[in-house]
């Protein structure tokens, strides 16, 4: 069962890093740090450093604030299509016995996808929020983001299963959402293309 919750958690941090990358860095970094609860292996046992938390912990001061910015948000939102599945990748492969003979690589490409897959997703929902809300709605996403980010790393931390489930869970509804989204998008654009 250790390799299964391992592998839970994995993927619980993964799709953490898809809403917020540093966020879940921070959760692995200080639990890790301060209690016995995770340890990571070499090289990933430099999140534990302490000049790293505060690196990761001012970034995640400037994510928080940048991404409730309008039009700054934007350009942070490019910059997390890069930094959001690395962070997953790292926090995927830094997981021990995941399965235990899995190749680190395999894991940092498992953790690369999920969380690249969550931040595009997020990416996909940020214009309909911006159309629909003129941008004042933008913030208030942001906030659930984050907010969402923060549950998943510390269930993925403490309660693996339920992390991989609530994953799982918000996979599903964003996939609906953006299905509803595509779906009305498609009959305006065929209302607007009718003659008369």
Request: charged share 10%; aromatic share 8%.
């Amino acid at each position: 069962m250790d390799g299964f919750a391992s592998l839970f958690s994995a993927f619980g941090l993964a799709s953490a890093a898809g809403f917020n990358a540093y966020v879940p860095l921070l959760t692995v970094g200080l639990v890790a740090r301060y209690t016995d609860l995770l340890r990571l292996a070499e090289p990933f046992d430099v999140l534990t450093q302490p000049w790293v938390l505060a690196v990761i912990g001012a970034l995640a001061v400037v994510d928080f604030v940048a991404d409730k910015v309008p039009a700054v948000d934007t350009a942070w939102h490019g910059l997390g299509a890069l930094v959001s599945p690395i962070a997953g990748a790292v926090l995927f492969a830094s997981q021990q016995n995941v399965l235990s003979d899995m190749h680190p690589a395999i894991g940092a490409l498992a953790g690369l996808i999920v969380a690249g897959g969550f931040h595009g997703s997020r990416a996909a929902v940020r214009p309909v929020s911006t159309a629909a809300t003129g941008g004042l709605g933008n913030p208030v996403l942001s906030l659930l983001e984050d907010l969402l980010s923060g549950l998943l790393s510390l269930l993925a931390v403490f309660l693996p299963v339920i992390a991989f489930g609530l994953a799982g869970l918000v996979a599903v509804i964003v996939v609906l959402m953006l299905m509803r989204a595509a779906r009305v998008w498609r009959e305006r654009k065929a209302t607007r293309l009718r003659p008369g």
